[in-house]
């Protein structure tokens, strides 16, 4: 497994383990003008629980990865979080503006992958 793959399985931990639904898989290895191979979308329910989903991710990808993210932007308002790990970008939205911004639409020609919700 890549040091990559292996990252977007820490950061999908880490947004389950706060309870992140509908997160989404986009490889865009491959893709012209893509700025990453891996975006890794999710929702969360309160802005307080987005925060919460950026900690862990945060923490899970710095013990379990060896790896930071290098700029992490929304934090404020925490409606739309980015955490940018080069080769990985991190979405944590509050539901209606994922739906606003529906990003995972820009990448229709990606492979993607939805990982089923832990109850």
């Not at 706060?18 to 490889?27: C, E, F, L, Q, T």
């Amino acid at each position: 497994m890549t040091k990559t793959k292996q990252l977007v399985e820490v950061i999908t931990e880490g947004i389950q383990e706060k309870k992140g639904r509908d997160i989404v898989i986009v490889d865009m290895q491959g893709i012209d003008g893509a700025i990453c191979n891996y975006f890794v979308i999710c929702s969360g329910n309160s802005p307080t629980q987005v925060e919460a989903i950026m900690d862990s991710v945060e923490e899970q990808a710095r013990e379990k990865a060896d790896e930071k993210p290098i700029r992490v932007v929304g934090e404020q308002q925490a409606q739309w979080i980015a955490m940018d790990y080069v080769d990985v970008m991190v979405h944590i939205f509050l539901p209606e503006t994922r739906e606003f911004y529906n990003i995972e639409k820009l990448w229709e020609d990606a492979n993607v992958t939805m990982v089923p919700n832990i109850e």
